[in-house]
T-cell receptor, first 110, second 110 residues
Framework: GQQVQQSPASLVLQEGENAELQCNFS?????MQWFYQRPGGSLVSLFYNPSGTKHSGRLTSTTVIKERRSSLHISSSQTTDSGTYLCALEENTGYQNFYFGKGTSLTVIP | EAAVTQSPRNKVAVTGGKVTLSCNQT?????MYWYRQDTGHGLRLIHYSYGAGSTEKGDIPDGYKASRPSQENFSLILELATPSQTSVYFC?????????FGPGTRLTVL
């Protein structure tokens, strides 16, 4: 089955610093999605990005299929960015099942 | 208005008891999923469905049953709850590209 590896597992930033979160996968994909989860909260979709680069405010997602990786860049981090970031992908098998990484726990300190 | 809702939001059950977790979606998605989330394991797929009347086993189906009586509703059933099933359970609906999550149900089995 699909292997999804996220790095780093945890990250601590000073407010205003940038962050780069990585998601690596082992086989071909049909879909890539990035989620944000506040402690004790649900998953909020940040990006659907199966290939290329997408922007949303201070967030940028880049997926490079041939390198089997997707990244999430957070610029000018804020304390409200603290939480867990998860990537999820769906294999190109037609079964429409999603595989999740274990997430990156981000803490932004003032 | 929330498109994926779950009930109950919190549940305390006794070992050996029956527990039913309910999920409703207004996205008109064919696919629905049940996950559990535990520290160190991330999100793990329990059961999923491709449409009314269908249920499929995910990665960790043992001890769980699922029911999809309609397009909108998907239930997760624990016939004989055990303490190891204490977790946070998430329901999601999706198409072949993206998933949308409910708020989660925190289940404690004593």
């Amino acid at each position: 089955g699909q292997q999804v590896q996220q790095s780093p597992a945890s990250l601590v930033l000073q407010e205003g610093e940038n962050a780069e979160l990585q998601c690596n996968f082992s086989t071909s994909l049909n879909s890539m999605q990035w989620f944000y989860q506040r402690p004790g909260g649900s998953l909020v979709s940040l990006f659907y990005n199966p290939s290329g680069t997408k922007h949303s405010g201070r967030l940028t997602s880049t997926t490079v299929i041939k390198e089997r990786r997707s990244s999430l860049h957070i610029s000018s981090s804020q304390t409200t960015d603290s939480g867990t970031y998860l990537c999820a992908l769906e294999e190109n098998t037609g079964y429409q099942n999603f595989y999740f990484g274990k997430g990156t726990s981000l803490t932004v300190i003032p | 208005e929330a498109a994926v809702t779950q009930s109950p939001r919190n549940k305390v059950a006794v070992t050996g008891g029956k527990v039913t977790l309910s999920c409703n979606q207004t996205n008109n998605h064919n696919n629905m999923y049940w996950y559990r989330q535990d520290t160190g394991h991330g999100l793990r797929l329990i059961h999923y469905s491709y449409g009314a009347g269908s249920t499929e086993k995910g990665d960790i189906p043992d001890g769980y049953k699922a029911s999809r009586p309609s397009q909108e509703n998907f239930s997760l059933i624990l016939e004989l709850a055990t303490p190891s099933q204490t977790s946070v359970y998430f329901c999601a609906s999706g198409d072949e590209y993206e998933q949308y999550f409910g708020p989660g149900t925190r289940l404690t089995v004593l």
